[in-house]
Every structure is written in C-alpha cells, then in structure tokens.
C-alpha cells in the first residue's frame, strides 16, 4: 500500500497492510514550512520522507473572522527584541478597537499570546459588533498542497479549523473563559452562537469543494475537565460541532472525515463526543499520563471500531524517554487501539524546537522503527 492507501483505510475504520505512522504536525513534503527550512532538520525530513505516512496539512484562507477582510481594518506592527518577534494588531469595530500581542521566538515552532483581543464584557460587544459580509473561503494552497500529497500516493490532506467555542475561548484568557461561561453562560452562549453560524458558512462550502480530507476539529478541549465542569460540553461543544459534522457528512460523495481533536480528559464525555457522528478521535490521551483519566482500551470499547483513532504517544515520551520504554509505549498503543485496525500512530504533539536535541532524534528514529515492529497486521 502507498501511504495514502495506507492512511484512507485506518480512517474509514478498516485494517490496512500496516498501521500508519507519522509525527502530525509535521509534513516533511510541505516546502517552506517551519520543518523544512530549519537546517537542523534536513536530515530528519529526509527520513520522514522515506518512513512516515503523513497528512498534508492544508492553507485555507477564512477571512477576516469570517468576513471580507476589506469589510474590516486591522492595522499590525512589528517589532523586534533579541530573538523574539512581536506583533500587534488592532482591529476597528462600530464600538471601538480591539488590540492583541502575540510574541514568536526564532527556532520555535510556535507562538505566544501576550494579549488577548477580548479581556471584559465591553470587548464582547465590540466583537459582536463587526461587520459580517459572509466570505468564501480561498482553497488555492490546498489544492497545491494537495498535487504534492497525490503524487506517488503519499498522503492525505487534513485542514485543521476551529470550533466556536474553540473561537471565542481563543480570543480570551481561559480564566476569563471560565469564569464568564459560569457566571453569564446566556452571554457566552450567544457569542458562540454567532461564531458558530459563521464556521457553518465555511464548512459547508469546504466539504463541497474537497474530497477525502480531515476536518480536524479543534476547540472540544476548551470545554474538559478538569478545566470545566462536564456539563457544559453538551451545550458548548456537542450540540454546535454536531451541525458542524453534519455540513460535512451533507457532501457524503466527496469521502471526507470528521475529526475531533481534545487533549485532557474525556472519559466521561465519550457519550457526547459519539453523538458528534465523528470518523476520527485524536490524540486521545492515555493512562499513565497524568493529563488523561482513560485508556486506548477504554475508549476503543466504548466508541467501537467504526471510529477511527489516532494517538497517542505523548511528546515527552519522544522527548526525554529510554529506548525500551518508548518501545513499550508504541506497543501497547498499537495493541490497544489497533489491534483490528481503524488506527494511526500519532503523537501528542510535534517537536517544536530547532535544532533538536540529539535524543530526540534518536527516539524519533525509534518510534518508527517500533511502528514497523509491532504494526504489521494481522497483528502477532
């Protein structure tokens, strides 16, 4: 099987040659990317080239929140110290600016929020306040991406979205999150609701226009214990990315996924999530990681072998573990998820730093070689 063979069938929940294995975040064929123009990892995308079966993750334009960015002035500067980059943006509403700062280091994969665009309730109104003039979203560098990925059968395209409360958390300090959603839940209600029509919009012409291709849902995570009560996932996550799944199963003939992403613990939310009519569950956390209260087990019982699942290798395990007790994690993560197939072996998340420590790139190594070891089916 090619990797894209290979990828397709773990997702629609059968068995394929092998289990598929890959670093996520990380595409070794995406050119211009944070991992492909670190000298650091030239080697490491090499061989990711030659043993990773790798999703394409793909650029969508979405606008300006969702709306014609020429309907909304957002003015940025830049500025730089040592080795940080610092940007801030403003962005004009009817009821006054809205400002945020966010921060990225050199060699980093990632960046920092310094400050968030709504920090009180008159920054709620001023968000709801801007002008929606509904946007299509621009899929020219998926469909680049997705040449690449075709070519020689080497991946799948995933496009990774928010939901809307992953939308309207993310523009807040989760404490102001959480106290809100608990104090004035009628008000955070009705920012997600706003969010939500606008994702709806977007999802719809998206699983139109794309075939077999990941709808990487994130923002569930927001909305899990310990970090809020479990009663609220039905009415913040379940209930609006239900509607957001079935805009992408109303295109049934393009083939695509729905993909649920939650880190945290979701053992007493595994009904809700089911009741999302999702394809895939990632990373799906596991015991004994102290940020997760199930197994791969668990959740493979619970949710059955129709759903597809990806995990769950935590990255301090590739990071910081020996050998053998990486080795062990990949072995029971594959017999315990995969054991009939409708699996991937992914990590918690992606090393994000350059250049990597020399154990790292040794684990890397590793974990494909214990992917290999253990993953070939029927499994032994």
């Known amino acids: 099987m090619t990797s894209r063979e290979r990828l397709l069938t773990a997702l629609r929940g059968k068995m394929p040659?092998?289990?598929?294995?890959?670093?996520?975040?990380?595409?070794?064929?995406?050119?211009?990317?944070?991992?492909?123009?670190?000298?650091?990892?030239?080697?490491?995308?090499?061989?990711?080239?030659?043993?990773?079966?790798?999703?394409?993750?793909?650029?969508?334009?979405?606008?300006?929140?969702?709306?014609?960015?020429?309907?909304?002035?957002i003015s940025s500067k830049t500025r730089q110290e040592g080795n940080s980059t610092f940007i801030s943006c403003v962005i004009e509403t009817p009821k006054g600016p809205l400002t945020t700062e966010s921060?990225?280091?050199?060699?980093?994969?990632?960046?920092?929020?310094?400050?968030?665009?709504?920090?009180?309730?008159?920054?709620i109104e001023k968000f709801l306040s801007i002008e929606y003039e509904p946007f299509q979203p621009d899929l020219a560098e998926f469909y680049k991406l997705e040449e690449v990925m075709k070519k020689d059968g080497r991946g799948v395209m995933l496009i990774s979205l928010g939901d809307a409360v992953g939308e309207a958390a993310g523009m807040m300090d989760f404490e102001f999150f959480a106290t809100k959603s608990v104090e004035d839940k009628k008000t955070m209600m009705e920012l997600i609701d706003t969010c939500q029509q606008r994702w709806l919009a977007q999802y719809d012409y998206m699983a139109k226009n794309v075939r077999d291709t990941v709808?990487?849902?994130?923002?569930?995570?927001?909305?899990?214990?310990?970090?809020?009560?479990?009663?609220?996932?039905?009415?913040?996550?379940?209930?609006?990315?239900?509607?957001?799944?079935?805009?992408?199963?109303k295109h049934s003939g393009n083939n695509n996924f729905v993909c649920i992403h939650s880190h945290s613990k979701i053992v007493r939310l595994?009904?809700?999530?089911?009741?999302?009519?999702?394809?895939?569950?990632?990373?799906?956390?596991?015991?004994?990681?102290?940020t997760a209260d199930t197994t791969l087990k668990e959740v493979r019982d619970k949710l059955g072998s129709r759903v597809c699942l990806m995990g769950n290798i935590q990255t301090r395990y590739i990071?910081?573990?020996?050998?053998?007790?990486?080795?062990?994690?990949?072995?029971?993560?594959?017999?315990e998820g995969g054991a009939k197939g409708g699996f991937v072996l992914i990590p918690t998340g992606a090393?994000?730093?350059?250049?990597?420590?020399?154990?790292?790139?040794?684990?890397?190594?590793?974990?494909?070689?214990?992917?290999?070891?253990?993953?070939?089916?029927?499994?032994?």
């Open 270 to 290: 595994l009904d809700e999530i089911a009741s999302i009519e999702i394809d895939v569950l990632e990373p799906v956390e596991s015991l004994p990681a102290t």
């Open 215 to 249: 709808f990487r849902i994130c923002g569930p995570e927001y909305v899990t214990p310990p970090l809020m009560p479990p009663s609220y996932f039905h009415d913040f996550v379940a209930a609006p990315d239900r509607e957001l799944s079935r805009a992408i199963r």
């Open 103 to 123: 921060r990225t280091d050199a060699g980093v994969a990632t960046s920092w929020a310094l400050k968030h665009m709504i920090e009180n309730d008159e920054d």
């Open 351 to 380: 090393p994000i730093v350059s250049p990597l420590p020399e154990k790292t790139v040794e684990n890397i190594h590793q974990y494909f070689e214990s992917a290999r070891k253990y993953g070939h089916y029927p499994l032994k």
């Open 17 to 73: 040659d092998r289990v598929p294995a890959n670093l996520y975040e990380i595409n070794p064929w995406a050119e211009g990317s944070f991992y492909t123009t670190e000298s650091s990892w030239k080697g490491l995308v090499g061989f990711l080239k030659e043993n990773s079966d790798p999703f394409g993750w793909g650029g969508v334009n979405l606008g300006s929140f969702h709306s014609d960015p020429a309907k909304i002035k």
């Open 319 to 335: 990071d910081w573990s020996p050998k053998e007790e990486l080795d062990a994690f990949i072995k029971t993560a594959i017999y």
